[in-house]
């Protein structure tokens, strides 16, 4: 059965009492009610053209990282191929061998080459891909890296040895006293390690830091195995080729140079941010506001977020992704942070004013950036109310025509709930406060609506979706609920934007 809703239910358990109201972030930035000076169908058509024109703009930047990258990978091989390597791999079967094993081994290394520019954070490719996206293909990239490498060994260490008439074993024995084999071994050992440390699951068990420091290894293995690309055979000794992977490297290296040492150290001494307050927005919750130096310059906006390193004893080794909780003001910031394990239990609880911070970022496009159409809803769960309720702020809306829903477990644990009512009542937007566990379909299947309030569906609760850009952050499981009703409802997968607050 679907019921017809009022705007703004505020839904939960039955007898639920009402929060007390909470600090806003900055008192002065809360809204006063709009004062309507266009009619709203005028305003709906001007971002409806706007965020129409922003997509395509988008589209086109994708369009362009896609034909860059299949370049880095065509191109070495069309050198390969016009440099002498189509006779070689037609001469004999040893030949053919040896072909195949440069061939997989040139594929090998462009995709580590993709997948280091892919973590670089290159704001362009951040911006167009999303940096959860990036880091996704990076993954995917990683595991085509390390099988193209181990066959790239296998396949020319087969070709030697059928033009030697040696077994496997005794040609890779004298393959080992040959230039740079033994660091390429050892580089392709090295990759091992961390392909098999980035499974998912000895991932977790490893913790976020040990695994961190494992990935680093990456780069050493790199370094190992590049002399041999140039040594090994001659075949970049000289010639296109030669100056083609020159070059490609030394871009790569000076990008990750740059947007992964230089950018965030110069950002952090350049804005100076310290801790300006630590409140208690609920008892699991700190509101964390930092203040620095020409923050406009930092292009932090609603929806971002940022790896913060807090420069206090006990803090200061390890860092983490956060996301905005409010639009900028002036030159102070808010983060809200949540205890989850054990790095945000002693963040939230000994963190103290004055602290200096240093930033990584901004990142992602969980942002007004990301919008293709007038109508948005947005919907958060748990924590992920923070990047909802800054994106409330900061994105256009046209008052009847946007929806926030808010999902927690119980009433308590809904942050900024004073403000998200301000913002919705100041702008015309609907606020749906969803609280109470998850419950169980009748097919046995898990809902993201609480027990008590199985029988709605997302569009009652916002509308037709056809005209609407849905965001949706929390974790994967109640994330991924959302996005399926909203597909199956219409919305076009380009008008939906997910943010999980995990890699
Ligand atoms: C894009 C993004 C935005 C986020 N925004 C917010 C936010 O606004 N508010 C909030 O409370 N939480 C946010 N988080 C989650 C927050 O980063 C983690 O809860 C926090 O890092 C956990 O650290 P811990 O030491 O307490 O827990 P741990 O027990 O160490 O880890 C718990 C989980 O967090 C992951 N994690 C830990 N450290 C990092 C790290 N440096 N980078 C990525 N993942 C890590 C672990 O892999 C594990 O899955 C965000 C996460 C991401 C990826």
């Known amino acids: 059965?679907?019921?017809?809703?009022?705007?703004?239910?505020?839904?939960?358990?039955?007898?639920?009492?009402?929060?007390?109201?909470?600090?806003?972030?900055?008192?002065?930035?809360?809204?006063?009610?709009?004062?309507?000076?266009?009619?709203?169908?005028?305003?709906?058509?001007?971002?409806?053209?706007?965020?129409?024109?922003?997509?395509?703009?988008?589209?086109?930047a994708a369009d362009t990282l896609q034909v860059l990258a299949?370049?880095?990978?065509?191109?070495?091989?069309?050198?390969?191929?016009?440099?002498?390597?189509?006779s070689a791999l037609t001469a004999s079967a040893a030949g053919l061998m040896r072909g195949v094993g440069i061939l997989t081994g040139l594929v090998a290394t462009s995709a580590m080459v993709l997948m280091l520019w892919l973590a670089a954070r290159v704001p362009f490719i951040d911006r167009t891909l999303g940096h959860d996206r990036a880091l996704a293909l990076h993954k995917a990239l990683g595991?085509?890296?390390?099988?193209?490498?181990v066959l790239h060994g296998v396949y020319l260490v087969t070709g030697y040895a059928m033009a030697d008439q040696l077994s496997w074993s005794a040609e890779f024995a004298t393959l080992w006293g040959v230039g740079d084999f033994v660091l390429a071994v050892v580089a392709t050992g090295l990759l091992a390690v961390v392909a098999v440390t980035s499974v998912a699951a000895a991932r977790r068990r490893l913790g976020h830091e040990v695994w961190q420091g494992i990935h680093l290894v990456t780069y050493a293995a790199i370094l190992l195995a590049l002399p041999h690309q140039f040594s090994l055979g001659g075949l970049f000794a000289e010639g296109p080729a030669h100056w083609f992977w020159l070059a490609l490297w030394g871009a790569t290296f000076f990008v990750l140079l740059t947007h992964r040492v230089l950018v965030p150290l110069f950002a952090s001494a350049e804005h100076r941010l310290r801790v300006s307050a630590v409140t208690w927005e609920t008892p699991d919750t700190v509101a964390i506001e930092m203040t620095g130096r020409r923050i406009a310059q930092l292009g932090i906006r609603p929806g971002h977020f940022a790896h913060f390193r807090f420069l206090q004893g006990g803090?200061?080794?390890?860092?983490?992704?956060?996301?905005?909780?409010?639009?900028?003001?002036?030159?102070?910031?808010?983060?809200?942070?949540?205890?989850?394990?054990?790095?945000?239990?002693?963040?939230?609880?000994?963190?103290?004013?004055?602290?200096?911070?240093?930033?990584?970022?901004?990142?992602?496009?969980?942002?007004?950036?990301?919008?293709t159409a007038p109508d948005v809803v947005l919907v958060g769960f748990g924590i992920g109310v923070a990047p909802i309720r800054a994106l409330l702020e900061g994105t256009d809306v046209v008052p009847g025509h946007a929806t926030v829903i808010v999902r927690a477990s119980s009433e308590v644990e809904v942050a900024h709930r004073a403000e998200l009512e301000a913002w919705c009542r100041a702008r015309g937007v609907r606020l749906h406060v969803l609280t109470g566990h998850r419950g169980v379909l009748a097919d046995g299947s898990a809902s993201w609506l609480p027990a008590s309030h199985?029988?709605?569906?997302?569009?009652?609760l916002t509308g037709p979706l056809t005209e609407a850009d849905v965001y949706v952050c929390g974790p994967a499981g109640a994330t991924e609920l959302v996005a399926d009703e909203a597909l199956a409802a219409g919305l076009p997968p380009e008008r939906l934007h997910r943010e999980e607050f995990a890699w």
């Open 1 to 60: 059965m679907t019921s017809t809703l009022p705007p703004g239910t505020v839904a939960g358990p039955a007898g639920a009492s009402a929060p007390a109201p909470m600090p806003a972030f900055p008192a002065a930035a809360l809204p006063a009610p709009a004062q309507p000076t266009t009619a709203p169908s005028r305003v709906r058509e001007q971002l409806a053209a706007r965020y129409a024109a922003q997509h395509r703009r988008r589209t086109w």
């Open 70 to 86: 299949w370049m880095v990978v065509v191109l070495p091989i069309g050198l390969r191929l016009h440099d002498g390597g189509w």
């Open 143 to 149: 595991q085509w890296t390390f099988g193209g490498l």
């Open 315 to 371: 803090l200061w080794w390890h860092q983490h992704p956060f996301s905005l909780s409010a639009a900028p003001h002036k030159d102070t910031i808010r983060i809200t942070v949540r205890m989850l394990g054990e790095g945000t239990r002693r963040l939230a609880s000994t963190l103290r004013p004055g602290t200096p911070v240093l930033i990584e970022g901004p990142y992602g496009v969980f942002t007004d950036a990301a919008r």
């Open 454 to 460: 199985l029988h709605w569906r997302l569009t009652d």
